[in-house]
Nanobody, 121 residues
Framework: QVYLVESGGGLVQAGGSLRLSCAAS????????MGWYRQVTETQRELVAS???????NYADSVKERFTISRDRSKNTVYLQMNSLKPEDTALYYC???????????????WGQGTQVTVSS
């Protein structure tokens, strides 16, 4: 089992910045990729940014040039630096990981509990 714990959310004014962190723990063998999603509807989450094991990154068009995803392998932690925040960025942000947690080496999908980001006008 892999546990993901997010932190760093909060309330900021438009144009401000926040840095989200996601720490992975538990019986973690390896991580294939990690990413950040945000809840856009009651049932839908959209990809904000992701990073793979070879450090390939991917961003939603709406956050390119404003957000930066990075990771620290030694700490099993992924970060999302969010700059020039807009009210449209307001959402519950979730950390996601594709990882193996046992000797079967099966890659599974894991989610954190979410951290709220609110951007005021």
């Amino acid at each position: 089992q892999v546990y993901l714990v997010e932190s760093g959310g909060g309330l900021v004014q438009a144009g401000g910045s926040l840095r989200l962190s996601c720490a992975a723990s538990g019986t973690l063998f390896s991580i294939s990729s990690m990413g950040w999603y945000r809840q856009v509807t009651e049932t839908q989450r959209e990809l904000v940014a992701s990073i793979t094991s070879d450090d390939t990154t991917n961003y939603a068009d709406s956050v390119k040039e404003r957000f930066t995803i990075s990771r620290d392998r030694s700490k099993n932690t992924v970060y999302l630096q969010m700059n020039s925040l807009k009210p449209e960025d307001t959402a519950l942000y979730y950390c996601n990981a594709h990882a193996t947690a046992d000797t079967s080496w099966t890659v599974r999908n894991y989610w954190g509990q979410g951290t709220q980001v609110t951007v005021s006008s």
